[in-house]
């Protein structure tokens, strides 16, 4: 009974901070490139937007948002898995299979920021599973720096925060006095452009328009259950340095006939967020 009130009371809470937000008009709209590794080393980019106003912000990948809209209901579903599987036939009497090429999510975050009540909550997928949380702005304390450069044509200094394991270099500019930035970052004088560490790991705008889009809901938001930060980041680890051991648990039974041919995760590879350990 009480773990039916706590799903009830998640669900109650998200389904309200994406109305709140589904009201809202942003004044601008940013578009960023995600830089990041995959488990091997490989570098990987990934395109992000951020939909903001003074208030109210979505940060997302727009098609991790069409996919979503798409299979939002059964008929949807059933025609995205036709489409698919229609790809993946194609693909096969090539001769060539080319995962990137099938009309798939790679990503799955959702952030939204509401000054209203001073929080930042994430949407995830836990393997299959829905997951939500949510954090303070206070989270994220700044230092402003008298260091300067031009972005897309916009004069931005430079911050630093350490946040949740990393230390964050971030370019803010204050020619768009919109306090926010892409995934988490928020809380300087200004649009934040650009924030990295020194491995390159990090958000960098790539195109900036003004707007009045709808800041709009989030798919099926009524499916996510609240979770824990730390706990979804342990077991998404986990995954990634057993991914066998991940499918074992679902049933399914993996083979493998040449133990060399299977990678690991680099030493270097590591989420966003470090303090997991």
């Not at 997951?131 to 300067?148: C, H, K, M, Q």
């Not at 430079?158 to 204050?174: C, D, I, M, S, V």
């Not at 066998?244 to 648990?249: R, S, V, W």
């Amino acid at each position: 009974m009480i773990r039916m009130n706590r799903i009830i009371t998640a669900i109650a809470v998200a389904i309200m901070t994406s109305a709140a937000v589904a009201q809202e008009r942003a004044d601008i709209e940013v578009s960023y490139n995600a830089h990041s590794f995959y488990a091997n080393g490989r570098e990987r980019d990934q395109n992000y937007h951020l939909l903001a106003n003074s208030q109210y912000s979505k940060y997302y990948s727009p098609k991790s948002e069409q996919i979503d809209s798409i299979t939002s209901t059964p008929e949807g579903q059933a025609n995205y898995k036709k489409t698919q599987l229609a790809a993946m036939e194609a693909m096969i009497s090539q001769g060539v299979i080319d995962m990137n090429k099938l009309p798939r999510k790679t990503e799955n975050i959702y952030v939204i920021k509401s000054s209203a009540n001073s929080t930042s909550t994430v949407y995830d997928m836990l393997s299959d599973e829905p997951v939500f949380y949510t954090e303070p702005f206070n989270e994220i304390y700044w230092e402003i720096g008298d260091s300067t450069k031009n972005i897309l044509g916009y004069e931005c200094v430079e911050a630093t925060t350490n946040y949740h394991g990393r230390k964050w270099t971030a370019w803010f500019t204050t020619e768009i006095p919109i306090p926010d930035g892409p995934w988490k970052f928020r809380g300087l004088p200004g649009l934040i452009l650009e924030v990295s560490v020194p491995s390159g790991l990090g958000f960098y705008a790539d195109g900036i328009i003004m707007t009045d889009k709808p800041i709009g809901e989030i798919y099926g938001i009524e499916k996510y259950e609240q979770s824990d930060r730390k706990e979804i980041l342990r077991t998404k680890r986990a995954i990634a340095d057993n991914p066998q051991g991940a499918l074992a648990a679902k049933g399914v039974i993996v083979r493998v006939t040449d133990p060399a041919n299977i990678s690991k995760p680099d030493e270097k590879f590591d989420f966003l967020e470090t303090d997991y350990h």
